[in-house]
């Protein structure tokens, strides 16, 4: 099999999956002004349907088309349910500040219900409005029960969308990788759906119209019968018999036409050269507008797939080999270290440390400012503090003391127990975080997720007291306290990193 040759399985797949992530960037493109999301999701999905159904009529030009000539009524269509999206977000912010407890049962439930159908209906209208020309009102209704009768397919996909947001939350470092991947698999999978009712409605109507049209057809088909009869008599010679004089005539002009000479089939150099000079072929005597429009078609998908493919090689090898050079990365929160403070803890404990040339440490200012005084804030900086520390852009964190209380947990930081010989550390030297038994009998994430989390109960040391020394080092203000708290690492190496970078802070370990 020619894997290069254009209507290979493999080459097509290649090109759906490229017609797929461009058309996916002219929609996010054409979505930033807000108010054209609307058109712009419509014109997706006319286009993402062609593109599933085999039809070869490109990517640009479909997608414009279809995104002037449904823009009125898409807009609209899409202003109206924003006003229900903002209510909606009103609504849940209410919940969530009066407390899902001390919330009504039928408030929650309107809610929830409120929050469903908006969402099926937005998936479900504007690939209705692509298809089809119907009035406003028409659209929701078709809409409401498009998503009543593929309400499991739907729920099946809104989970896959809403996983994706979260990877791309949790592994914010895989991004743009799972984001395309997600992106294309739910575009793929949502034409399915819609396509496969869409068919479904329209062999149903063109069954009504063809039980319509037989009554006609039927009361045609004497008047027909007649009209043939009389044309076959006026070919009928003098005995009687049909004439093939016009049969005759087609035949000699069909042979007496000279015929293209059939081009011997190339069968020089590899398969590789063969198919570009049938390419070349191609292009030959084209006009430069032309040309344009045929790479367009043609090439320009599988081009930006084969770079996009390349970009993501690229980026995840400059990343790969970055964490393989990694020694050791650093944060700071409520605390600036002076220049040469950085390089100590960079430089000079690779220096230190004996590591080899192109290995690498960093301490990174994370604009995590704690403030106590701030409560939404705070819980902003703990989501995003979480974040940072659960993909692993910190081994270590410097915090002011004000700072490691607020994030003092055993899901970010280590027990110490495990990384410090104790005997050489008194008491007074950690920040203790105690750890009490869970007696709400409320399920946990683990619980949902069938994991069987050992409870760890009692008082744990998890960072530990800068020296005043060490915070000279650092160019740390020596008028506050600052700790030091070592995140859990995903390297076989990583405690003993640990431990090597606090015997160079302390002098023992």
Request: hydrophobic share 45%; charged share 25%.
């Amino acid at each position: 099999m020619n894997l290069l040759k254009p209507d290979s399985p493999v080459m097509n797949l290649l090109s759906t999956i490229a017609d797929l992530i461009v058309l996916h960037l002219l929609f996010v493109i054409c979505c930033l002004p807000i108010v054209t999301i609307g058109a712009a999701y419509s014109a997706k999905y006319y286009v993402a349907m062609k593109i599933i159904r085999g039809e070869d009529s490109g990517v640009f030009a479909p997608f414009f088309k279809a995104f002037i000539r449904n823009f009125k009524q898409a807009t609209l269509v899409w202003l109206t349910l924003l006003v229900a999206i903002v209510l909606i977000v009103i609504d849940w912010r209410w919940v969530i500040l009066n407390g899902w407890s001390n919330t009504a049962f039928f408030y929650k439930f309107g809610v929830i219900f409120f929050t469903i159908l908006v969402w099926f209906i937005t998936l479900t209208i504007f690939p209705t409005i692509a298809r089809y020309e119907m009035k406003t009102s028409e659209l929701f209704k078709a809409a409401l029960i498009f998503s009543i009768i593929k309400f499991i397919p739907l729920t099946l996909i809104s989970a896959l969308i809403i996983g994706s947001v979260v990877a791309c939350i949790w592994y914010a470092q895989w991004f743009p990788l799972i984001y395309f991947f997600s992106t294309t698999t739910i575009t793929y999978f949502l034409s399915l759906v819609y396509i496969k009712q869409f068919d479904k409605l329209e062999k149903v109507q063109a069954e009504k119209l063809e039980a319509k049209k037989a009554a006609e057809e039927s009361a045609k088909a004497a008047e027909e019968d007649e009209e043939l009869e009389a044309d076959a008599l006026l070919d009928e010679d003098a005995t009687g018999e049909a004439s093939y004089a016009k049969s005759k005539i087609v035949a000699k002009e069909l042979e007496t036409k000279p015929r293209k000479a059939e081009e011997e089939e190339d069968k020089s150099g590899n398969k590789l050269t063969r198919y570009i000079r049938s390419e070349k072929k191609k292009l030959k005597g084209l006009t430069p507008k032309q040309k344009a429009g045929y790479f367009i078609q043609y090439y320009l998908p599988t081009t930006v797939l084969i770079l996009l493919i390349l970009g993501i090689i690229v980026w995840y090898g400059v990343d790969i080999y970055k964490s393989k050079m990694k020694v050791i990365d650093g944060g700071l929160i409520n605390g600036v270290v002076s220049d040469e403070g950085r390089l100590y803890a960079t430089e000079g404990f690779l220096e230190w440390g004996g590591y080899g040339k192109g290995r690498t440490a960093q301490l990174l200012d994370t604009e995590l400012s704690f403030k106590s005084d701030l409560e939404f804030e705070d819980k902003y900086l703990e989501i995003a503090f979480r974040a940072s520390v659960l993909t692993g852009q910190f081994d270590y964190l410097i915090m002011r003391e004000d700072a490691v209380d607020n994030y003092s947990t055993l899901d970010y930081f280590m027990d110490l127990n495990n990384l410090l010989n104790m005997d050489n550390f008194s008491e007074d030297d950690f920040f203790y975080y105690t750890e009490e038994a869970d007696t709400s009998g409320g399920l946990s994430i683990d619980d949902l997720l069938n994991k069987n989390k050992e409870e760890k109960v009692g008082t744990f040391p998890i960072a530990l007291k800068l020296t005043e020394e060490a915070e000279e080092k650092l160019g740390l203000d020596t008028k506050y306290t600052y700790y030091i708290a070592f995140t859990y690492s995903t390297e076989a190496s990583g405690d003993k990193t640990n431990q090597k970078f606090v015997e160079y802070l302390f002098g023992k370990c």
